[in-house]
């Protein structure tokens, strides 16, 4: 009797009773799975955002500091808005446009078509190889560095220069500077952006190259190595103006960039204001 008693307690569940108890923990899944994913889901989007918006950001600020060293009136954008080129200035001085108190000191002749000398005034400055001198520079047909008339190659590099030599252009630079100011500038730099529906673009700087009259934004990508570089990757879309002011001595600088993600899409907004009086 003791042996049946014992075996009528042990029996396990029947087959009905494991049936409720998988639908009962379908039921608890599936509702718990509905509470918890859309938290999971935000946090997810959540991170996506910020990191699309990290990149964009670090992109815009990089290309900030850079056009803050912008040649006055050397920024240019193309017809598509999509590229941006300015001829970054290394150094910059003042030019000896007189003869000192004892008659002495070598000028900036602007009248004499071979002249290619003179005094920097103030503190010394530095050139390398490469480095171009530029006066006065209006960014207008007949006094443009781009087409090479406000331009000139230099023939003194070095540190701590107090006076400087430069190659004869036919002519001597178009128009003085009123407050005797000159540039040294090195090549171009620009930025080009490829947008592509779904954040599949990209935005690139790109260096290394010659001065040309016409913005070469067809040729950049040949660029390699250093003077090639990625700055950022997920461009859906982006913009760049340029606003100069003819009664103020800044000019405006717009970067627009948009950047897509896993369906996430984020758009910053930057100016930046670049020195438009030479």
Known sequence: MKRRCSLHHARGFTLLEAVVVIMLTGIVGVMVSTFVRQPIDAYVDLGRRAEL??????ALRRMARELR?????????????TYIEFLPVRSAGRY?????TTNTGNILDFGSSSDNSFDV????????AGDQLVVHNLGLP??????????????????????LGYTLGGTQFAYASPNQRFHIVGTPVSFGCAPLAGGAGNLRRYAGYAIANTQPTST?????????????NWVAACSFTYSASATTRNA???????????GESITLLQQVHVEGSP
């Open 53 to 58: 918006t990290d990149a964009a950001d670090l």
């Open 69 to 81: 060293t912008a040649l006055p009136n050397s920024v240019r954008v193309d017809a598509s808005g």
């Open 96 to 100: 000896r446009a007189a003869l000192s």
């Open 121 to 128: 005034l103030g503190p010394a400055v530095t050139a390398v």
């Open 142 to 163: 007949g006094a443009d560095a781009y087409e090479g008339t406000s331009r000139r190659a230099l023939t003194t590099t070095g540190t701590s220069l107090s006076s």
């Open 220 to 232: 950049l990508s040949s660029q390699t190595g250093v003077n090639n570089v990625l700055l950022t």
């Open 252 to 262: 405006v600088v717009t970067l627009r960039l948009t950047l897509t993600s896993g």
